[in-house]
Structure formats: structure tokens, C-alpha cells
């Protein structure tokens, strides 16, 4: 899941370049905690990915952003 958010968050900043990457990130955290309860996620679990989300666009160069 940690994956496909981040592959959102890569395609959400190529579509809409006014967004920061910080931006980007704050939103898919955002929806990930708007849709936990449908996709019966717990509360370490979403911090897990959010975590996990955040490595992952660190390895892809995205740099400063917020803990969530």
C-alpha cells in the first residue's frame, strides 16, 4: 500500500507542479487516514505506511517533509 501511495504522490506533483512535495505527501496521508476506517486499517497501521510512504519518497529524492 506504502507503494502505491508513493507512486500517487510521484504522479500527483508531475500532474499538478504548484503542489510541494510536502504537499503531495500531507494529502496521501490525508486520504490514507480519511479511508482507514472502509479499509479497515488500525491506527499503527497507517502510521506504518505513512512511515514506510515517507522512506520511499525519501529514496526518491523528496526531501523536508512533515512528520504526520
Request: net charge positive.
Amino acid at each position: 500500500m506504502a507503494r502505491q501511495f508513493k507512486d500517487y504522490c510521484l504522479r500527483k506533483q508531475r500532474d499538478s507542479p504548484s503542489w510541494t512535495q510536502a504537499q503531495c505527501y500531507e494529502h496521501a496521508c490525508c486520504g490514507l487516514d480519511a479511508k482507514a476506517f472502509a479499509w479497515d486499517l488500525l491506527p499503527d497501521e497507517r502510521a506504518w505506511i505513512k512511515q514506510r510512504l515517507r522512506t520511499l519518497l525519501e529514496a526518491e529524492g523528496w526531501a523536508g517533509l512533515p512528520s504526520i
